[in-house]
Protein backbone atom coordinates (compact mmCIF):
# COMPACT_ATOMS: atom_id res chain seq x y z
CA UNK A 1 0.00 0.00 0.00
CA UNK A 2 1.48 3.71 -0.93
CA UNK A 3 1.68 5.96 1.63
CA UNK A 4 2.76 9.88 1.25
CA UNK A 5 3.05 11.37 4.88
CA UNK A 6 3.87 15.50 4.92
CA UNK A 7 5.04 17.25 7.55
CA UNK A 8 6.04 21.02 7.91
CA UNK A 9 3.40 23.22 7.23
CA UNK A 10 2.59 25.98 9.07
CA UNK A 11 1.90 29.77 9.87
CA UNK A 12 5.37 32.25 8.77
CA UNK A 13 5.17 35.78 8.30
CA UNK A 14 6.35 36.86 5.11
CA UNK A 15 9.36 36.84 3.95
CA UNK A 16 10.21 33.19 6.47
CA UNK A 17 10.69 30.15 5.82
CA UNK A 18 9.64 26.64 6.35
CA UNK A 19 10.40 23.26 4.90
CA UNK A 20 8.17 20.30 3.91
CA UNK A 21 8.28 17.06 4.19
CA UNK A 22 7.57 13.48 2.38
CA UNK A 23 8.12 10.28 3.37
CA UNK A 24 6.94 7.10 1.10
CA UNK A 25 6.78 4.03 0.92
CA UNK A 26 5.11 0.91 -0.97
CA UNK A 27 6.65 1.39 -4.55
CA UNK A 28 8.93 2.83 -6.25
CA UNK A 29 8.45 5.86 -8.34
CA UNK A 30 9.78 7.45 -10.73
CA UNK A 31 9.24 11.14 -9.34
CA UNK A 32 7.99 13.29 -6.66
CA UNK A 33 6.96 16.39 -6.32
CA UNK A 34 4.67 19.11 -4.90
CA UNK A 35 1.49 20.85 -5.74
CA UNK A 36 -0.57 23.45 -3.95
CA UNK A 37 -4.40 24.55 -3.69
CA UNK A 38 -5.71 28.37 -2.55
CA UNK A 39 -8.76 28.57 -1.51
CA UNK A 40 -10.97 28.89 -4.24
CA UNK A 41 -8.35 27.94 -6.75
CA UNK A 42 -6.91 25.02 -9.06
CA UNK A 43 -4.95 23.07 -7.86
CA UNK A 44 -1.28 23.95 -9.34
CA UNK A 45 1.94 22.40 -9.87
CA UNK A 46 5.42 23.32 -7.59
CA UNK A 47 7.97 21.80 -7.79
CA UNK A 48 8.51 18.03 -9.25
CA UNK A 49 12.56 15.88 -9.05
CA UNK A 50 13.41 12.97 -11.06
CA UNK A 51 14.01 9.97 -8.57
CA UNK A 52 17.05 8.75 -10.47
CA UNK A 53 18.52 12.64 -10.34
CA UNK A 54 18.09 15.73 -11.60
CA UNK A 55 14.72 16.68 -13.71
CA UNK A 56 14.37 19.35 -11.10
CA UNK A 57 10.93 21.86 -12.86
CA UNK A 58 10.05 24.61 -10.94
CA UNK A 59 6.83 26.66 -11.32
CA UNK A 60 7.97 29.84 -12.48
CA UNK A 61 6.31 31.86 -9.38
CA UNK A 62 8.04 30.03 -7.08
CA UNK A 63 11.53 29.56 -8.94
CA UNK A 64 14.94 31.04 -7.14
CA UNK A 65 12.29 30.68 -3.59
CA UNK A 66 11.88 27.18 -2.84
CA UNK A 67 14.07 24.28 -3.71
CA UNK A 68 12.99 20.68 -4.26
CA UNK A 69 15.26 17.83 -2.87
CA UNK A 70 15.50 14.09 -1.87
CA UNK A 71 16.54 11.32 -0.16
CA UNK A 72 16.91 8.35 -1.76
CA UNK A 73 17.97 6.39 1.69
CA UNK A 74 14.94 7.66 3.28
CA UNK A 75 12.54 7.65 0.35
CA UNK A 76 11.75 11.77 1.34
CA UNK A 77 11.45 14.52 -0.70
CA UNK A 78 11.64 17.74 0.74
CA UNK A 79 10.79 21.41 -0.88
CA UNK A 80 12.41 24.77 0.99
CA UNK A 81 10.89 27.55 0.74
CA UNK A 82 12.41 30.84 1.49
CA UNK A 83 11.33 34.18 1.04
CA UNK A 84 7.41 33.13 1.37
CA UNK A 85 4.74 35.54 0.39
CA UNK A 86 1.49 35.86 1.51
CA UNK A 87 0.16 34.42 -1.97
CA UNK A 88 1.65 31.21 -1.18
CA UNK A 89 -0.96 30.45 1.33
CA UNK A 90 -2.00 27.02 0.31
CA UNK A 91 -2.57 23.07 1.18
CA UNK A 92 0.54 21.77 -0.36
CA UNK A 93 0.21 18.05 -1.74
CA UNK A 94 3.36 15.52 -2.11
CA UNK A 95 2.70 13.98 -5.25
CA UNK A 96 4.73 10.85 -6.46
CA UNK A 97 4.72 8.94 -10.08
CA UNK A 98 5.43 5.60 -10.70
CA UNK A 99 4.59 4.96 -14.88
CA UNK A 100 1.08 6.66 -15.51
CA UNK A 101 -0.36 6.55 -11.92
CA UNK A 102 -0.17 9.18 -9.38
CA UNK A 103 -0.13 9.01 -5.73
CA UNK A 104 -1.08 11.92 -3.13
CA UNK A 105 -0.33 12.85 0.23
CA UNK A 106 -2.95 13.90 2.38
CA UNK A 107 -1.62 17.81 2.43
CA UNK A 108 -0.63 20.07 4.75
CA UNK A 109 -1.25 23.82 5.45
CA UNK A 110 1.22 26.51 4.48
CA UNK A 111 -0.01 29.58 5.80
CA UNK A 112 1.81 32.79 5.19
CA UNK A 113 1.03 36.33 6.78
CA UNK A 114 1.87 39.71 5.59
Known amino acids: QVQLIESGGGLVQAGGSLRLSCAAS??????MGWYRQAPGKEREFVAT????????NYADSVRGRFTISRDNAKNTVYLQMNNLKPEDTAIYYC?????????WGQGTQVTVSS
Open 26 to 31: GRAFNS
Open 49 to 56: VLWSGGGI
Open 95 to 103: NARSGLRDY
